[in-house]
């Protein structure tokens, strides 16, 4: 009885410092502050629920983005009438002085995101952001490793030229020096 107390303790300790990465997965993929924290608590709950199915502890990260994309998907089928994913509008929160830089870069690239297709941005956001392997978002999302990789590949891609494009728009006296960028 104690063992399993120990045990459930140390789960939920390790269940909660993926709590960050769960939310930041979420949010790229919503981009709606309110619903990534749905998205997250529902996650979290059916963790703890259904620990006794999780097999072998080094696979917790994997095992929970997968729990995420089923929440997310039952999220999407139950308010596909009421709500078009594309109609979704990115929050954006102030940024400090300090960072301005920096946050102009993120927004940059968090718009880009936004304009991929769902697939290519669950992949890019759990390989790019998240550390995942393709054999884990193959997994996370139950598509072949294959699709994984020409997703990522597509996403990739279409993220660049979004930038570059962006850039060029920006600031069309530094075409030539964009042009050097690879």
Same mark, same amino acid.
């Given at each position: 009885?104690?063992?399993?107390?120990? %045990?459930?303790?140390?789960?939920?300790?390790? &269940?909660? /410092? @993926? $709590?960050?990465?769960? @939310?930041r997965i979420a949010y790229s993929w919503c981009h709606n502050p309110a619903l990534a924290d749905d998205l997250v608590q529902e996650t979290m709950s059916k963790a703890l629920k259904n620990s006794g199915q999780l097999r072998d502890p080094k696979t917790?990260?994997?095992?929970? @983005? $997968?729990?995420?994309?089923?929440?997310?998907? /039952?999220?999407?089928?139950?308010?596909?009438?009421?709500? /078009?994913?594309?109609?979704?509008?990115?929050?954006? %929160?102030?940024? !400090?002085? &300090?960072?301005?830089?920096?946050?102009?870069?993120?927004?940059?690239?968090? $718009?880009?995101?936004?304009?991929?297709?769902? =697939? #290519? $941005? #669950?992949?890019?956001?759990?390989?790019?952001?998240?550390?995942?392997? @393709?054999?884990?978002?193959?997994?996370?999302?139950?598509? !072949?490793? =294959?699709?994984?990789?020409?997703?990522?590949?597509?996403?990739? %891609?279409?993220?660049?030229? %979004?930038?570059?494009?962006?850039?060029?728009?920006? /600031? !069309?006296?530094?075409?030539?020096?964009? =042009?050097?960028?690879?």
């Amino acid at each position: 009885m104690i063992s399993n107390l120990c %045990k459930n303790r140390q789960f939920k300790r390790e &269940l909660s /410092d @993926y $709590r960050e990465n769960l @939310y930041r997965i979420a949010y790229s993929w919503c981009h709606n502050p309110a619903l990534a924290d749905d998205l997250v608590q529902e996650t979290m709950s059916k963790a703890l629920k259904n620990s006794g199915q999780l097999r072998d502890p080094k696979t917790l990260r994997a095992w929970l @983005y $997968r729990i995420l994309s089923n929440c997310w998907r /039952d999220h999407f089928r139950r308010s596909r009438d009421t709500v /078009d994913i594309d109609d979704v509008i990115l929050i954006e %929160k102030d940024t !400090p002085e &300090l960072c301005h830089d920096r946050q102009m870069i993120i927004n940059s690239v968090r $718009r880009a995101i936004e304009h991929l297709p769902m =697939g #290519q $941005r #669950q992949v890019i956001s759990l390989v790019d952001l998240e550390g995942c392997t @393709y054999i884990e978002v193959a997994g996370i999302l139950d598509v !072949p490793i =294959g699709t994984v990789m020409s997703r990522l590949s597509r996403a990739r %891609k279409a993220l660049k030229a %979004k930038l570059l494009n962006d850039e060029i728009r920006q /600031d !069309p006296d530094n075409v030539c020096h964009i =042009g050097t960028v690879k």
